[in-house]
């Protein structure tokens, strides 16, 4: 009865110090805080209104904002529309 008690004591006391000065591995995708970097974010494009991951898409400033585009030819018939709007 000794023997299980203190094998068991002996696990616990071993996690504790385990978990204290053993840290997991850092990735290079960590960010400063910790949060892993999402690099394939699903955005809308303001045009054709389709979901795409925003890594593979084309970005334009428009008026100072900037919007991110599923292709170039929606990229450009976005700027057609927002000049008709203004002009």
Same mark, same amino acid.
């Given at each position: 009865?000794?023997?299980?008690?203190?094998?068991?004591?002996?696990?616990?006391?071993?996690?504790?110090?385990?978990?204290?000065?053993?840290?997991?591995?850092?990735?290079?995708? &960590?960010?400063?805080?910790?949060?892993? &970097?999402?690099?394939?974010?699903?955005?809308?494009?303001?045009?054709?209104? #389709?979901?795409?991951?925003?890594?593979?898409?084309?970005? #334009?400033?428009?008026?100072? #904002?900037?919007?991110?585009?599923?292709?170039?030819?929606?990229?450009?018939?976005?700027?057609?529309? &927002?000049?008709?709007?203004?002009?």
């Amino acid at each position: 009865m000794r023997l299980i008690i203190l094998t068991i004591l002996g696990y616990v006391v071993y996690r504790l110090i385990k978990g204290f000065f053993i840290r997991p591995p850092v990735s290079g995708r &960590e960010g400063k805080r910790g949060n892993p &970097e999402i690099d394939n974010v699903m955005i809308k494009d303001p045009y054709c209104q #389709a979901y795409f991951p925003q890594r593979d898409g084309v970005s #334009a400033i428009v008026d100072g #904002a900037e919007y991110h585009f599923c292709s170039t030819e929606c990229r450009d018939r976005f700027i057609e529309q &927002e000049k008709e709007k203004r002009g």
